[in-house]
């Protein structure tokens, strides 16, 4: 048995590479290095891929070492987060809720490294949440939605129930109700943002539940939903579905209204820049509509399914938000306010 | 919506979740029962849903179900290269195929069609309906109005009963995962059984995951085999490492699954991961011995030659 450990012994580290590439070399010559973590696939067209494109501008515009790393589970964040504060990055980005703890005990040892924070919830000296407002865009698509549908009954198709996630669908039913009080939303989560089946099948049964236009908050997970109102349209139904957290409208533009779009490679810039400057404060960073960072975007492909005065009424309802006249219901999720 | 309307959709729900679950499963109980473990059937489902892809994109979506299969089939030979010919611990080999196989994919991915993805528009294997069978109230439907992929899992049920129970081939087999030394001694190669075995359950993983990209989803994404070959696992052990509980129970857990979208889009209040834990619980109970004798093979997981 013990004869054939470093035959297990390479495959595992094999294993590990293949999901885990080891930072590159830090900078030595002083050029700041930025680092990116997502926990899942970049590949999403979404959420993550938003941020993928976000380290890519910050490499390419300002010249910064960049290096990226996916990490499944929260012992990979601690640990990812420790070998590039050891490397010598100097910002690390983790994208999403779910790396805040993680961020925290790491901070505490590496105080002069920065961790950016997206949705994160406890601001420090060097921990900063990057908050999106993303439900002022799904309150404007909801909007349109209630517009589109016919049958009255929408659907909202989750991954997991997280705060930032379930503020998204708590605004979309509010534009929903903007317009059409009357209106049946759905909600269904399916657990994790990958699984492509689940995501299709619990779209298909709001579908048959009688929902003719759906919203969607999971990342690589999105491809088969929009897969399922793809094939009630195959078989002679109307329906539509809303994009997220990316313009994801050339992702399927024949079967997209709209996407509620975080522009996080420009956040990302801006906080990088901000960053290098010495001027990002230690506060909680957030950006809305009035920003410039998140707004809602219908489908060219798909001019005229929103009608022209829904179109009106969105632009006044944004105009409202930036004004501050209209306040968009939303999930808090950061501590000590 | 009525009652029987609804009721009709979560079993269409059900059996279209339970289609890749049970070709998987099948192939994992043909490698258990010749005494491998094979904890890197993710690997093989996520291969094959990338083969899969990869092939309809070349020349159609049938020959993409046979280069799923083959993907999945060559995961399984790494695996058993190391684990049944090396002898190296079979968790760990499995572990480390499902965790390269899952960077692997991602990697070809990328590469292929780009860092940031793109939903890939794949033509998918249509259903085929059985005329009088799909006419058959409530279960018709979703029993025979299914894609080839389904009907082969339905035929490896009695196939794979008499091959195990009937034939000195099948006796063979098990004998490898009963007793290895007694098989040995009684002439059969037991390697040799083992490796096919484990590429046989590799290469049905693979034909589950080609399903995924090719019948169900008509796309790929990258982890979108989102834990299906750890779930077969679990599904053979609750199937009792028979072909027809095996089937039944991978029904089970379809149905569990389609139950919480369902109720979910019925708005019933209720909590959605108590669903999601449910077969689980029910697999554990299985594991205790409260659905009577359960017992794994003897010499599941053990090296031979020790």
Same mark, same amino acid.
């Given at each position: 048995?013990?004869?054939?450990?470093?035959?297990?012994?390479?495959?595992?580290?094999?294993?590990?590479?293949?999901?885990?590439?080891?930072? *590159?070399?830090?900078?030595?010559? &002083?050029?700041?290095?930025?680092?990116?973590?997502?926990?899942?696939?970049?590949?999403?067209?979404? !959420?993550?891929?938003?941020?993928?494109?976000?380290?890519?501008?910050?490499?390419?515009?300002?010249?910064?070492?960049?290096?990226?790393?996916?990490?499944?589970?929260?012992?990979?964040?601690?640990?990812?987060?420790?070998?590039?504060?050891?490397?010598?990055?100097?910002?690390?980005?983790?994208?999403?809720?779910?790396?805040?703890?993680?961020?925290?005990?790491?901070?505490?040892?590496?105080?002069?490294?920065?961790?950016?924070?997206?949705?994160?919830?406890?601001?420090?000296?060097?921990?900063?949440?990057?908050?999106?407002?993303?439900?002022?865009?799904?309150?404007?698509?909801?909007?349109?939605?209630?517009?589109?549908?016919?049958?009255?009954?929408?659907?909202?198709?989750?991954?997991?129930?997280?705060?930032?996630?379930?503020?998204?669908?708590?605004?979309?039913?509010?534009?929903?109700?903007?317009?059409?009080?009357?209106?049946?939303?759905?909600?269904?989560?399916?657990?994790?943002?990958?699984?492509?089946?689940?995501?299709?099948?619990?779209?298909?049964?709001?579908?048959?539940?009688?929902?003719?236009?759906?919203?969607?908050?999971?990342?690589?997970?999105?491809?088969?939903?929009?897969?399922?109102?793809?094939?009630?349209?195959?078989?002679?139904?109307?329906?539509?579905?809303?994009?997220?957290?990316?313009?994801?409208?050339?992702?399927?533009?024949?079967?997209?209204?709209?996407?509620?779009?975080?522009?996080?490679?420009?956040?990302?810039?801006?906080?990088?820049?901000?960053?290098?400057?010495?001027?990002?404060?230690?506060?909680?960073?957030?950006?809305?509509?009035?920003?410039?960072?998140?707004?809602?975007?219908?489908?060219?492909?798909?001019?005229?399914?929103?009608?022209?005065?829904?179109?009106?009424?969105?632009?006044?309802?944004?105009?409202?938000?930036?004004?501050?006249?209209?306040?968009?219901?939303?999930?808090?999720?950061?501590?000590?306010? | 919506?009525?009652?029987?309307?609804?009721?009709?959709?979560?079993?269409?729900?059900?059996?279209?979740?339970?289609?890749?679950?049970?070709?998987?499963?099948?192939?994992?109980?043909?490698?258990?029962?010749?005494?491998?473990?094979?904890?890197?059937?993710?690997?093989?489902?996520? !291969?094959?849903?990338?083969?899969?892809?990869?092939?309809?994109?070349?020349?159609?979506?049938?020959?993409?179900?046979?280069?799923?299969?083959?993907?999945?089939?060559?995961?399984?030979?790494?695996?058993?290269?190391?684990?049944?010919?090396?002898?190296?611990?079979?968790?760990?080999?499995?572990?480390?195929?499902?965790?390269?196989?899952? *960077?692997?994919?991602?990697?070809?991915?990328?590469?292929?069609? &780009?860092?940031?993805?793109?939903?890939?528009?794949?033509?998918?294997?249509?259903?085929?309906?059985?005329?009088?069978?799909?006419?058959?109230?409530?279960?018709?439907?979703?029993?025979?109005?299914?894609?080839?992929?389904?009907?082969?899992?339905?035929?490896?049920?009695?196939?794979?009963?008499?091959?195990?129970?009937?034939?000195?081939?099948?006796?063979?087999?098990?004998?490898?995962?009963?007793?290895?030394?007694?098989?040995?001694?009684?002439?059969?190669?037991?390697?040799?059984?083992?490796?096919?075995?484990?590429?046989? &359950?590799?290469?049905?993983?693979?034909?589950?995951?080609?399903?995924?990209?090719?019948?169900?989803?008509?796309?790929?994404?990258?982890?979108?085999?989102?834990?299906?070959?750890?779930?077969?696992?679990?599904?053979?052990?609750?199937?009792?490492?028979?072909?027809?509980?095996?089937?039944?129970?991978?029904?089970?857990?379809?149905?569990?699954?389609?139950?919480?979208?369902?109720?979910?889009?019925?708005?019933?209040?209720?909590?959605?991961?108590?669903?999601?834990?449910?077969?689980?619980?029910?697999?554990?109970?299985?594991?205790?011995?409260?659905?009577?004798?359960?017992?794994?093979?003897?010499?599941?997981?053990?090296?031979?030659?020790?």
């Amino acid at each position: 048995m013990n004869r054939h450990l470093p035959h297990t012994t390479a495959l595992a580290l094999l294993g590990a590479l293949a999901c885990n590439p080891a930072p *590159g070399p830090t900078g030595d010559d &002083g050029t700041p290095s930025v680092a990116l973590l997502t926990s899942g696939p970049v590949s999403d067209a979404g !959420w993550h891929a938003g941020a993928y494109e976000g380290l890519q501008l910050i490499g390419n515009l300002l010249g910064f070492r960049i290096s990226h790393q996916q990490t499944r589970t929260p012992a990979e964040f601690d640990e990812a987060f420790i070998s590039y504060a050891e490397a010598g990055y100097g910002l690390i980005f983790g994208h999403g809720f779910e790396y805040q703890d993680a961020a925290s005990r790491a901070a505490k040892q590496y105080p002069d490294v920065t961790f950016v924070i997206s949705s994160g919830s406890r601001p420090s000296a060097n921990v900063v949440p990057l908050i999106f407002h993303l439900n002022e865009a799904t309150y404007l698509a909801g909007m349109a939605a209630a517009a589109v549908s016919q049958s009255g009954v929408l659907g909202m198709v989750g991954g997991v129930e997280i705060p930032s996630a379930k503020g998204t669908f708590v605004a979309f039913e509010a534009g929903v109700r903007a317009v059409n009080p009357d209106a049946t939303v759905l909600e269904t989560f399916i657990g994790n943002w990958d699984d492509v089946s689940a995501a299709k099948e619990a779209a298909a049964a709001q579908l048959r539940q009688g929902a003719d236009v759906l919203i969607h908050n999971v990342d690589a997970a999105s491809f088969g939903f929009f897969q399922a109102v793809r094939e009630v349209r195959e078989g002679g139904r109307e329906a539509w579905a809303f994009g997220m957290n990316r313009n994801q409208n050339d992702v399927a533009p024949d079967v997209i209204v709209g996407s509620a779009v975080i522009d996080i490679p420009a956040m990302f810039l801006r906080t990088a820049r901000a960053w290098e400057a010495g001027t990002l404060s230690d506060e909680v960073l957030y950006s809305g509509i009035a920003a410039g960072a998140v707004d809602f975007v219908p489908n060219p492909a798909q001019d005229g399914v929103i009608p022209d005065d829904v179109l009106a009424a969105i632009d006044r309802a944004r105009d409202e938000i930036v004004a501050g006249a209209l306040v968009v219901p939303r999930i808090e999720f950061v501590e000590g306010l | 919506m009525t009652d029987l309307a609804a009721l009709s959709s979560f079993v269409v729900a059900a059996v279209g979740l339970a289609v890749p679950l049970g070709l998987a499963a099948l192939g994992e109980t043909v490698s258990q029962r010749s005494g491998v473990i094979n904890i890197g059937l993710e690997g093989s489902v996520i !291969w094959g849903a990338l083969g899969g892809a990869l092939g309809a994109l070349a020349v159609g979506p049938y020959w993409g179900l046979a280069t799923g299969v083959l993907a999945g089939g060559l995961a399984a030979l790494v695996f058993a290269g190391f684990a049944v010919r090396l002898g190296t611990d079979q968790i760990i080999t499995g572990t480390a195929v499902t965790i390269g196989s899952l *960077g692997f994919t991602g990697a070809v991915f990328q590469s292929r069609f &780009g860092a940031t993805g793109l939903a890939l528009e794949l033509q998918t294997v249509p259903a085929w309906e059985v005329p009088l069978l799909s006419r058959i109230p409530l279960l018709g439907p979703a029993f025979f109005d299914q894609a080839v992929t389904a009907y082969l899992a339905y035929a490896m049920v009695p196939l794979l009963g008499w091959f195990l129970f009937r034939t000195r081939w099948g006796l063979a087999l098990r004998a490898a995962g009963e007793s290895p030394e007694a098989a040995h001694a009684a002439g059969v190669p037991v390697v040799r059984t083992r490796m096919l075995a484990a590429v046989f &359950g590799g290469a049905m993983a693979g034909l589950a995951g080609a399903h995924l990209s090719l019948v169900h989803t008509g796309t790929f994404a990258e982890n979108m085999s989102a834990g299906k070959g750890f779930i077969a696992i679990a599904v053979v052990v609750l199937g009792r490492w028979r072909p027809w509980g095996v089937f039944a129970a991978a029904l089970f857990f379809g149905g569990a699954e389609a139950l919480q979208f369902t109720l979910q889009a019925l708005d019933a209040d209720l909590p959605y991961p108590l669903f999601l834990a449910l077969p689980y619980v029910l697999s554990l109970a299985a594991l205790a011995g409260w659905f009577g004798r359960s017992r794994a093979p003897e010499g599941l997981a053990l090296p031979w030659p020790r």
